[in-house]
């Protein structure tokens, strides 16, 4: 069982700066691959961006590529997701969850989510 806890989000002006937080506890953290995924109003929860369990595997949506960096401290069991250059698109809730690929049927335990509102 893992319990994860999303944290950092909020109201942002567009071109502004947040950084996420995901708090896991429950297993042994090093060894989850992680995602963050998010969901805006009326449409489907997509993927965001993975971190494997080492840190050394990343990758992200094609959409927040250069803007977006997905990092880890497992000493901290914490995930996070720095976002830069925010644009009102990106405003959505956003889900930590366990697990690997791209698509959310591959991730089993998520975060209750954390919302982000960029304004124009």
């Known amino acids: 069982q893992v319990q994860l806890v999303e944290s950092g989000g909020g109201l942002v002006q567009a071109g502004g700066s947040l950084r996420l937080s995901c708090a896991a506890s429950?297993?042994?953290?090093?060894?989850?691959?992680m995602g963050w995924f998010r969901q805006a109003p009326g449409k489907e929860r997509e993927f965001v961006s993975f971190?494997?369990?080492?840190?050394?595997?990343?990758y992200y949506t094609d959409s927040v590529k250069g803007r977006f960096t997905i990092s880890r401290d497992n000493a901290k069991n914490t995930v996070y997701l720095q976002m830069n250059s925010l644009k009102p698109e990106d405003t959505a809730v956003y889900y930590c969850?366990?697990?690997?690929?791209?698509?959310?049927?591959?991730?089993?335990?998520w975060g209750q989510g954390t919302q982000v509102t960029v304004s124009s």
């Open positions: 429950g297993s042994t953290f090093s060894r989850n691959d």
């Open positions: 971190i494997s369990g080492s840190g050394r595997i990343t």
């Open positions: 969850a366990t697990g690997r690929g791209t698509h959310k049927s591959n991730y089993d335990y």
